[in-house]
């Protein structure tokens, strides 16, 4: 397994090839490996990374998550 968090800066990057390659590792045959990318933008996948739409199982499953409330980011803040 693999986490990948801010992935909206890794693609940022100039070299956007290797980053392609990276995120392909998982579904080359021989890959066991299990890839999380965590962002900050919603349509990071749509916008950044077109190539991952060509190929249906290179295709990213997205999990949208909500931004923490007031009550939720107070208790995050007690709790501490």
């Known amino acids: 397994m693999l986490i990948l968090d801010e992935i909206d800066e890794l693609l940022s990057s100039n070299d956007m090839e290797n980053v392609y390659k990276l995120l392909e590792w998982p ?23 077109p190539r ?15 931004p923490y409330n007031r009550e939720q980011m107070l208790t995050i803040v007690n709790h501490r």
């Open 52 to 66: 991952l739409q060509l190929k249906p199982e290179h295709k990213p499953y997205l999990l949208r998550l909500s």
């Open 27 to 49: 579904h080359q045959q021989s890959s066991n490996l299990l890839m999380i990318g965590i962002a900050n933008s919603l349509d990071l996948t749509d916008r950044l990374l």
